[in-house]
């Protein structure tokens, strides 16, 4: 999964960047400036290659990707092509002053600075979807794409995201080519003082992301960037000061899978144990498309078990006894912690 934070210029997006790298280069590997790669933790890989003893434990991985802003334009080029690359993007909001901040002279107002953002990546999903309509009407041309358009730029011009919109599975398709900025989901970081940290300051944002139906949360980069600096006992120490309850590294993480509405499934045997992220609602053959394109084509049945099962029984051939193992077909709906095995004929 890629992540882009975003947002305008002094909001402490770099900073933010920081604490999610932090100094545990185990879990976290900078694949260049402005990137880096974080494995998700999860314990059910961490339990199932107890039992499996695989050569190999593979977790899923979040790439975060710290996005510049242009000047003095926000949506510069290499702003628009940084943000098509990414699955989540977040919108990261200025909550906070300090000697090197002050407060604006308009005050702090993260709800204006959000429906700013939010207008330009509209107006740029706007303009590019009337030249094509445009195209296409020299064109003659009439077809999914075309009604797709048009159901797009009718909510655009009502400032409706296109992913709010609500888009047929077959004119997500016809518009997936596009990248358009406002069909990608969305997580709100409002970036508050560390005397803040915990309390729902700018309450009036809470209701401007519920109508929006964007995720939000709350933290103070700065001190996350010292707490990330810290070694892991101390880290535990001042989350539970905090009341946070999580670093910023987990909780961004757990945002992004539900702005993505995303969960995990396992692959298991003696070469890896695997975890996969897929949307939720995806169906068995599109799950099994993550692990091998082969296996999407020639998809026949697959072998589920959800993890709990499996760790309660210890054994699939315990599992299978016990009725825990069933066969299922194409149109399964997956589920968070399913164990999977494919089976296909190419």
């Known amino acids: 999964m890629e992540v882009g ?3 305008n210029a002094e909001v402490g997006k770099s900073t933010l960047f920081h604490a999610l790298t932090g100094t545990e280069e185990v879990a976290c590997q ?3 400036a402005g990137v880096c790669v974080i494995k998700v933790p999860d314990d059910r890989v961490d339990r199932l290659a107890e039992i499996f003893r695989p050569k190999k434990a593979t977790y899923v991985s979040v790439a975060f990707h710290d996005i510049d802003a242009g000047e003095p334009d926000l949506l510069s080029t290499q702003a628009v092509a940084a943000i098509r690359d990414v699955d989540v993007l977040v919108l990261m ?3 906070f002053s300090d000697n090197y901040h002050p407060v604006p002279p308009g005050g ?3 709800v204006k600075e959000f429906h700013s953002i939010t ?3 509209i107006l740029s999903d706007y303009l590019i979807a009337q030249k094509r309509i445009e195209r296409m009407t020299k064109e003659a041309k009439r077809d999914t794409e075309w009604v797709a358009l048009h159901k797009a730029i009718s909510g655009l011009e009502k400032g409706i995201p ?3 919109i609500g888009l047929s599975a077959e004119e997500e398709r016809a518009l997936c080519g596009f990248r358009f900025l406002s069909r990608i989901p969305a997580l709100l970081v409002l970036n508050v003082d560390e005397a803040a940290i915990g309390e729902e300051v700018f309450p009036e944002l809470s209701r ?4 929006a139906r964007v995720p939000l949360m709350r933290m103070c980069a700065r001190v996350e960037e010292e707490i990330a600096r810290l070694s892991k006992e101390e880290q535990a120490e001042f989350i539970k000061e905090m009341r946070t309850g999580r670093s910023a590294r987990d909780r961004m993480i757990r945002g992004a899978f539900d ?3 995303h969960i995990s499934f396992f692959t298991v045997g003696d070469d890896e144990v695997r975890a996969w992220n897929v949307r939720k609602g995806s169906i068995a053959v599109a799950a099994s498309g993550k692990i091998h394109s082969d296996m999407e084509k020639g998809f026949i049945r697959a072998e589920v078990i959800s993890c709990e099962d499996f760790l309660r029984c210890g054994s699939m051939s315990k599992a299978r006894a016990e009725g825990k193992l069933r066969l299922e077909g194409k149109e399964y709906i997956v589920k968070d912690g399913d164990i999977m095995h494919v089976r296909f004929n190419v």
């Open 162 to 164: 296109i992913r709010e």
């Open 30 to 32: 900078r694949k260049h």
């Open 5 to 7: 934070i975003f947002g």
């Open 259 to 261: 702005a993505m509405s």
């Open 208 to 211: 401007t992301a519920e109508a």
């Open 119 to 121: 207008d330009a990546l």
């Open 93 to 95: 909001l200025r909550g």
């Open 108 to 110: 702090l107002d993260p």
